[in-house]
């Protein structure tokens, strides 16, 4: 799934220099009832995720990041479930991002970053995020999910 014109920005990057690469995990109970998110500081609650280092691939970054904000060692659906363009912070530039899939089984115990909590969080509630669409993104993915089953 393609979000916010990213194949238009991919394509327009050329061989330029771009800016940096975001990955995060969305991350599924057995059930596909719930989501795993973390609750940044400023972000609220979003999916484990952050900036792609240099010298990793984007899959490597979305692991790194999920278990560097929950602890949650978890190997990742072959495919990216969305590619999207988007600012995380007010003052900083466009991102690519790629956000990957992972299903965990809802005991695995969390060990979440200092001062970042994380908790698994019911499909049908909302949360309080900084990309208000994202919600309904990751239930459209796991309703896919499900169908596929």
Same mark, same amino acid.
């Given at each position: 799934?393609?979000?916010? /014109?990213?194949?238009? @920005?991919?394509?327009?990057? %050329?061989? =330029?220099?771009?800016?940096? #690469?975001?990955?995060?995990?969305?991350?599924?109970?057995?059930?596909?009832?719930?989501?795993?998110?973390?609750?940044?500081?400023?972000? =609220?609650?979003?999916? &484990? =995720? /952050?900036?792609?280092? #240099? %010298?990793?691939?984007?899959?490597? %970054?979305?692991?790194?990041? #999920?278990?560097?904000?929950? /602890?949650?060692?978890?190997?990742?659906?072959?495919?990216?479930?969305?590619?999207?363009?988007?600012?995380?912070?007010?003052?900083?530039?466009?991102?690519?991002?790629?956000?990957?899939?992972?299903?965990?089984?809802?005991?695995? &115990?969390?060990? &979440?970053?200092? /001062?970042?909590?994380?908790? @698994?969080?019911?499909?049908?509630?909302? @949360?309080? =995020?900084?990309?208000?669409?994202?919600?309904?993104?990751?239930?459209?993915?796991?309703? @896919? #999910?499900?169908?596929?089953?």
């Amino acid at each position: 799934m393609e979000f916010d /014109g990213a194949g238009k @920005w991919l394509a327009s990057a %050329g061989q =330029g220099r771009s800016e940096p #690469l975001a990955a995060e995990v969305w991350v599924f109970d057995e059930d596909l009832a719930r989501v795993l998110l973390v609750h940044h500081r400023w972000r =609220g609650w979003v999916p &484990p =995720g /952050g900036r792609v280092e #240099l %010298g990793e691939t984007p899959r490597e %970054g979305a692991r790194r990041e #999920l278990f560097e904000e929950t /602890g949650v060692e978890a190997e990742l659906l072959p495919e990216p479930a969305a590619a999207t363009v988007r600012s995380y912070h007010p003052e900083w530039s466009a991102t690519l991002g790629l956000s990957f899939v992972a299903i965990v089984d809802a005991a695995t &115990p969390l060990a &979440p970053e200092s /001062g970042q909590p994380a908790a @698994w969080t019911h499909l049908d509630e909302d @949360w309080a =995020g900084y990309f208000p669409e994202d919600a309904s993104r990751v239930r459209q993915h796991a309703r @896919w #999910l499900e169908s596929a089953r």
